[in-house]
């Protein structure tokens, strides 16, 4: 089992940038595929991006894809996620999960994914 923390959030103009952070417990955070996700109020919650367990397969929702990059430190058992050029429809609590998995296919369903971090505002203004 892994316990993730989100950090990282908050608010900015747009066009700026935010990086944030996911912290996981545990010794086993290299066998994760890892996943970032968005809600905003209304919404569904959907799939911003998601990085294999070796870091070597990053895949992106098309909205945000060339804006936002997912990055991962397994020995700090930490998983990123750099926003750049964010717009006002960026606005939304940005969560991370994890999925015990090998596999070099991302998934994209939340389903998918058993563990889930408690989220992060951000709030990009415009």
């Known amino acids: 089992q892994v316990q993730l923390a989100e950090s990282g959030g908050g608010l900015v103009q747009a066009g700026g940038s935010l990086r944030l952070s996911c912290a996981a417990s545990g010794r086993t955070f290299s066998q994760y595929m890892m996943g970032w996700f968005r809600q905003a109020p209304g919404n569904e919650r959907e799939f911003v991006g998601g990085i294999s367990w070796s870091g070597g397969t990053t895949e992106y929702a098309d909205s945000v894809k060339g804006r936002f990059t997912i990055s991962r430190d397994n020995a700090k058992n930490t998983v990123f996620l750099q926003m750049n050029s964010l717009k006002p429809e960026d606005t939304a609590v940005y969560y991370c999960?994890?999925?015990?998995?090998?596999?070099?296919?991302?998934?994209?369903?939340?389903?998918?994914?058993?563990?889930w971090g408690p989220g992060t505002q951000v709030t990009v203004a415009s």
């Open positions: 999960a994890a999925t015990r998995s090998f596999s070099g296919s991302l998934y994209y369903s939340t389903t998918l994914y058993p563990f």
